[in-house]
T-cell receptor
Framework: DTGVSQDPRHKITKRGQNVTFRCDPISEHNRLYWYRQTLGQGPEFLTY????????KSRLLSDRFSAERPKGSFSTLEIQRTEQGDSAMYLC?????????????FGPGTRLTVL | GENVEQHPSTLSVQEGDSAVIKCTYSDSASNYFPWYKQELGKRPQLIIDIRSNVGEKKDQRIAVTLNKTAKHFSLHITETQPEDSAVYFCAALNTGTASKLTFGTGTRLQVTL
């Protein structure tokens, strides 16, 4: 499968616990994005990387959220001290990000449920 | 920042009829407008996109129109089929200064037999 992959697909956790999600982009894509999608809404931008550099973060990304892309390949999104309001689908996307290649390809998402 | 509004939120059409979904955007610098289809429990998938130097683009039964002056763009699906039933999202992006897509709130399209 050469598409964007995410792991795990589902995560159930108790409030206050830390969780970490992983995204593997399409191999030649240098840009990687994280979005959050709640029921009945469109995806909302969280952050994006060009190679290993985190170039933009949304104000939605509180201090409890951190994302990394250490070698410019896969990325991790960690949520510390989870709250019930963090329950959502976390989507990762990747793109070539140069010239006319703007299409963002989405992964299947990680559905987080915070009890 | 960019703000994208989308309507209607739900749309029901009979098989074979046409469906139109409309979006407006606020940032006149936005120049790339993709449409994504999301089936229940699945990832958003790009179905068509348009850039600001083009007024219309067509791909088989799907077409998108863009009015830069009015800052709105529309998705047109002709000869709808049951497999067109899904949630459709429009989005906008300024490729020069930002990479984040700003999405609309989605339109749930149901194609009935």
């Amino acid at each position: 499968d050469t598409g964007v992959s995410q792991d795990p697909r589902h995560k159930i956790t108790k409030r206050g616990q830390n969780v970490t999600f992983r995204c593997d982009p399409i191999s030649e894509h240098n840009r990687l994005y994280w979005y959050r999608q709640t029921l009945g809404q469109g995806p909302e931008f969280l952050t994006y990387f060009q190679n290993e550099a985190q170039l933009e973060k949304s104000r939605l990304l509180s201090d409890r959220f951190s994302a990394e892309r250490p070698k410019g390949s896969f990325s991790t999104l960690e949520i510390q001290r989870t709250e019930q309001g963090d329950s959502a689908m976390y989507l990762c996307a990747s793109s070539l990000g140069s010239g006319i290649f703007n299409e963002q390809f989405f992964g299947p998402g990680t559905r987080l449920t915070v009890l | 920042g960019e703000n994208v509004e989308q309507h209607p939120s739900t749309l029901s059409v009979q098989e074979g009829d046409s469906a139109v979904i409309k979006c407006t955007y606020s940032d006149s610098a936005s120049n790339y407008f993709p449409w994504y289809k999301q089936e229940l429990g699945k990832r958003p998938q790009l179905i068509i996109d348009i850039r600001s130097n083009v007024g219309e683009k067509k791909d088989q039964r799907i077409a998108v129109t863009l009015n830069k002056t009015a800052k709105h763009f529309s998705l047109h699906i002709t000869e709808t089929q049951p497999e067109d039933s899904a949630v459709y999202f429009c989005a906008a992006l300024n490729t020069g200064t930002a990479s984040k897509l700003t999405f609309g709130t989605g339109t749930r399209l149901q194609v009935t037999l």
